[in-house]
């Protein structure tokens, strides 16, 4: 099982919108709705940022938003704050050998 | 309030056997029926799935380490944990342990929201 493909950097200004693609296959985020999207600053572990595809657990900003057109899982972050910076990870649910997959990774990077 | 928590050696030997606890305080790891998860992240890269377990002992493996891994629950000191057989230099990584955001559900649907703060495995001579 391929990691899901992301960007491997994206980048914007304060107070601007910016959008991480995680695109797969028919057998994972364009089959089913449990893709999640995880932020993770230096040092740290991650942190759940939306799952099943465009759900934000309690406590997360509502600039952060998630959703899914085909094959293709997005991560929208709006108003960008410096404190957004860091790096982001998709992950979903996959019918093949394995039950589940993360993605290649995007660091953000706030200008 | 429910807290994952890694423990074992920093450092193993190439070729042996690295192994890893996570344990649960704060609420019973059999009391609900969540699946507990291993995930590692080398330095500098990317995180990488490597197996989950039910509450039950039903085990979930990356295909890719399949071969070498076995995780495993003991319910009496709340404690789940990981073997990796046969390492080498390129299993150095910091090794998470984690929880989903809600209980049951098919494998492989999770949303991992409850993380141990990790810990570096180093494999070197």
């Known amino acids: 099982q391929s990691a899901l493909t992301q960007p491997a950097s994206v980048s914007g200004s304060p107070g601007q919108s910016i959008t991480i693609s995680c695109t797969g296959t028919?057998?994972?985020?364009?089959?089913?709705?449990?893709v999640s999207w995880y932020q993770q600053h230096p040092g740290k572990a991650p942190k759940l940022m939306i799952y099943?595809?465009?759900n934000r657990p309690s406590g997360v900003s509502n600039r952060f938003s998630g959703s899914k057109s085909g094959n293709t899982a997005s991560l929208t972050i709006s108003g960008l704050q410096a404190e957004d910076e860091g790096d982001y990870y998709c992950?979903?649910?996959?019918?093949?050998?394995?039950?589940?997959?993360f993605g290649t990774g995007t660091k953000v990077t706030v200008l | 309030q429910l807290q994952l928590q890694e423990s074992g050696p920093g450092l193993v030997k190439p070729s042996e056997t690295l192994s890893l606890t996570c344990t649960v305080s704060?609420?019973?790891?059999?009391?609900?029926?969540?699946?507990w998860g291993w995930i590692r992240q080398p330095p500098g890269k990317g995180l990488e799935w490597i197996g989950s377990?039910?509450?039950?002992?039903?085990?979930y493996y990356n295909p890719s380490l399949k071969s070498r891994v076995t995780i495993s629950v003991d319910t009496s000191k709340n404690q789940f944990s990981l073997k990796l057989r046969s390492v080498t230099a390129a299993d150095t990584a910091v090794y998470y342990c984690?929880?989903?955001?809600?209980?049951?559900?098919?494998?492989?649907?999770?949303?991992?929201?409850?993380w141990g703060r990790g810990t570096l495995v180093t494999v070197s001579s």
């Open positions: 377990i039910y509450y039950s002992g039903s085990t």
């Open positions: 984690a929880r989903p955001l809600y209980a049951g559900g098919v494998a492989g649907t999770w949303c991992f929201d409850l």
């Open positions: 028919s057998s994972d985020v364009g089959g089913y709705n449990y």
């Open positions: 704060g609420g019973s790891i059999s009391s609900s029926n969540y699946y």
């Open positions: 099943d595809v465009s």
């Open positions: 992950s979903s649910y996959t019918s093949s050998s394995s039950p589940y997959v």
